[in-house]
């Protein structure tokens, strides 16, 4: 298939660049595209987690952002009790090991996401969405309250996790790796899941979860599986997140965080594997460079550069539903040049005569 | 005799006003084809969904092979061996034939929290889905999406999925809907030699179909049983020839 051939290469294209990125940004004197591209595939791979759900088990959920802050403020807040020498709940030492903090923020997340899941997925449809926004809302207002930990004003993380040599998240160039490495390996995991009894019985539901239960098949459970799977990415996204950045605080948790998620998720292609890391490179890339352009065509433009991913998305949403990965392999040209081609629809009858 | 495979007793389902089923009471035996018809509306759906545990009765109680399933959800009840097809055909688009089969076969199995492994590669899989394809006569088309599929082919694919499910009982909700008249027959035939081997509860509006495999009828009206028995006895029953088979019947016997 001409489409598959198109998508391998374009995938190898994206894969060399990601990996030649850094060496040559730095090389150029640009360490600053280093540091944005890590941020970019940290997102991917909370785009990636959500896609999981959102697109392979048709769970629209709206709360995503809440297990990515989830898995922030474990990184967060290992770090207040480390540097001040205090007990977290007067039990457990802070620690700024990423063997420690990185596994316990996937583990957090997952069993946030286990009870919130198992509430949201007795729900389907428009109720999905709303509860898990919900629940969403519910622990962004927890974070603010939070007043050992800086309620709104958030954490400043002034030191990342410590891995053991030669990885060091403090080197831009080491950090892009590892960003690198955990999103390929999410993704390889996605392919090699999606694939399996597991996806399949996933795939399925999303079809037809009635049929899947005629088949003998409890599909809420594996729905709840993967809900939980993709909370705990989503939290190791999280935890990342806060390396780069050096803070966390609520903002990571609030609502349109989650909608940037199936933003990003929708842009790139609903249900494909890259799909994500096109929509969240998209997306950023956007967002970082658009509002420069606008300012330099007018002042102040740029604060409502939104108004043009707007359109975008919206040409998106109504001529492909494969995203930019539609694009990738040549069926969005395709889709689009029909539609815009003047055809008459056939057997249409001659006009009648006045 | 022996007591029935599947023994449903004074079922009723209530939906606001509307009784749908009223104190229904049904039996299917081994080696039995016993079928279900009356007029839309009748209440044949919600009896099935009932039988598969789509729906909780408000009162009855539902026995299948020796055991209470009333209170059983569905995906519990198929792994039983209770197989239900759809009358709206509700094959999976995306997935191949052969995919479609094979994970109904995947249902009867302990359980799908595997999560590496490649399932389409997969004998264990594969290969009972070949072989529940190639009993309902679609071999040829197991690599086919089923999106691709004619309708006739879904409705096969549709039993195929259900044969794969290693029944004990199989709830066919109108398998001949939409079909030619030559793949109707085909239909009969396949179901008749499949009766010995696993008995079958039919739904169906073909009355040709009916008559020729049923053993025994079950005849609803306004969601109650106005009469069971033998097709010779159906034919004959004065009231069910005046609710429903009305001059078709009569004219087949004349």
Not at chain 1, 159 to 183: C, H, K, T
Not at chain 2, 52 to 65: A, M, Q, S, V, W
Not at chain 2, 161 to 175: I, Q, V, Y
Not at chain 2, 226 to 241: D, F, K, L, M, Q
Request: aromatic letters at 8%; glycine letters at 12%; a positive charge.
């Amino acid at each position: 298939m001409a489409g598959a051939r198109r998508r391998k290469i374009a995938l190898a294209c994206l894969l060399g660049f990601l990996v030649l990125l850094p060496p040559v940004a730095l090389a150029a004197g640009e360490p600053f595209y280093v540091s944005l591209f890590t941020r970019i595939l940290i997102t991917a791979l909370a785009a990636a987690s959500l896609n999981l759900i959102l697109g392979f088990g048709g769970m629209v959920s709206f709360g995503h952002a809440a297990f990515v802050g989830i898995g922030g403020y474990v990184v967060g807040i290992a770090f207040v009790h480390a540097s001040d020498g205090t007990l977290f709940l007067g039990l457990l030492p802070g620690t700024v090991s990423g063997f420690v903090v990185l596994p316990l923020a996937m583990i957090v997340a997952g069993l946030v996401a286990l009870p919130i899941g198992a509430i949201c997925l007795r729900t389907t449809g428009i109720s999905f969405i709303m509860i898990t926004l919900a629940f969403a809302q519910m622990l962004y207002y927890l974070m603010i309250s939070l007043r050992r930990y800086n309620g709104q004003d958030g954490i400043a993380v002034w030191q990342r996790s410590e891995l053991p040599w030669p990885i060091d998240l403090d080197d831009r160039m080491s950090f892009y790796y590892v960003a690198l490495a955990v999103l390929l390996a999410f993704l390889y995991g996605t392919h090699r899941m999606v694939n399996s009894r597991f996806g399949r019985v996933l795939r399925a539901a999303k079809d037809n979860e009635r049929r899947v239960r005629a088949l003998g098949f409890h599909a809420y459970r594996y729905k709840l599986a993967a809900f939980v799977i993709a909370g705990a990415a989503a939290g190791l996204s999280g935890a990342l997140l806060v390396n780069s950045t050096g803070f966390v605080g609520p903002s990571y948790l609030e609502w349109h965080r989650s909608g940037d998620l199936i933003v990003m998720v929708v842009l790139g292609g609903v249900g494909t594997l890259f799909g994500p890391v096109l929509g969240a490179g998209a997306l950023m890339l956007l967002e970082e460079f658009i509002p420069e352009l606008l300012n330099g065509l007018a002042d102040g433009l740029g604060e409502h550069w939104k108004i043009f991913l707007g359109p975008i998305l919206i040409l998106i949403v109504l001529y492909a539903r494969r995203g930019l990965m539609g694009l990738v392999d040549g069926s969005l040209g395709g889709s689009l040049l029909r539609r815009l081609r003047p055809e008459p629809p056939p057997g249409k009858p001659p006009r009648r005569r006045r | 005799m022996t007591a029935p495979l599947l023994q449903a007793v004074g079922l009723t389902k209530r939906f606001g006003g509307l009784v749908a089923n009223d104190a229904i009471d049904l039996g299917v035996s081994e080696g039995q084809v016993h079928a279900v018809i009356g007029p839309n509306g009748a209440g044949k759906t919600t009896l099935l969904a009932q039988l598969n545990g789509e729906l909780k009765p408000d009162r009855g109680t539902i026995h299948f092979d020796g055991r209470d399933i009333t209170a059983l959800p569905t995906a519990t009840r198929a792994r039983l061996g209770l197989a239900r097809s759809f009358q709206i055909t509700s094959v999976f688009a995306s997935f191949s034939a052969v995919d479609n089969v094979a994970l109904a076969v995947q249902g009867q199995e302990r359980h799908s929290f595997r999560f590496w492994r490649d399932a389409s590669g997969d004998p264990a899989l594969a290969e009972p889905a070949e072989r529940a394809l190639e009993r309902v006569g679609l071999a040829d088309r197991s690599h086919v999406p089923a999106s691709a599929l004619a309708h006739g082919q879904k409705r096969q694919l549709e039993l195929a999925m259900a044969l794969a499910m290693r029944p004990k009982l199989l709830l066919l909700d109108e398998p001949m809907a939409g079909m030619g008249v030559e793949e109707s027959a085909a239909m009969v035939t396949l179901l008749a030699g499949l009766k010995a081997e696993v008995p079958i509860l039919l739904v169906e509006h073909d009355m040709d179909a009916v008559f020729a495999l049923a053993d025994q009828i079950t005849v609803l009206l306004h969601g109650r049983v106005i009469a069971s028995g033998p097709p010779a006895e159906i034919r004959r029953n004065a009231e069910v020839r005046e609710a429903y088979l009305g001059e078709d019947a009569a004219a087949g016997d004349g």
